[in-house]
């Protein structure tokens, strides 16, 4: 168990946030719903939240639109990495120390699950090179 709070300088990296939270974070900081943002893209409401869920991402030419209308980098909206927003103000002072704990505790095991994801895909992929050879 750590026993510093979290960082939040890393809130929107790939490896705390996707690119769906990503949008979303920005779209809430402009104050739009999912539909101003569909409307102002010229998008239907269901794309904007297949998006935002994280179930597609949105052809090249829409994502350039989409980082213009929430003034952030393409980059950022893509892998954290870039022109963004800073991470959100939301461990106020007033929360007790053992919950800042645990919401570190809840980002680090986010990390290590993100990890062990992309540790099985490889795992996976050597897996059906090898029954491909034994074929």
């Known amino acids: 168990m750590m026993t510093e709070a979290a960082d939040n300088s890393d809130w929107y ?3 705390s946030a996707t690119f769906g939270d990503r949008v979303a974070g920005a779209r ?13 893209l010229g998008v239907k409401l269901k794309t ?5 869920e994280d179930l597609n991402e949105p052809r090249a030419n829409k994502l350039q639109m ?6 952030v980098s393409i980059m950022w909206l893509l892998n954290g990495e870039g022109d963004g927003l800073d991470a959100p103000d939301t ?3 007033e929360l007790p120390n053992d919950v800042r704990l645990i919401l570190t505790d809840i980002r680090q ?5 993100s990890a062990a994801v992309d540790r099985l895909g490889t795992l996976e992929k050597r897996l059906r090179m090898a029954l491909k050879d034994d074929i």
């Open 13 to 15: 990296s790939n490896d």
């Open 28 to 40: 809430d900081k402009l104050g739009w719903s999912q539909e101003d943002l569909a409307k102002r």
């Open 48 to 52: 904007v939240r297949c998006w935002e």
């Open 66 to 71: 989409l980082a213009g209308l929430l003034n």
């Open 91 to 93: 461990e106020p002072q």
């Open 109 to 113: 095991v986010r990390t290590q699950m």
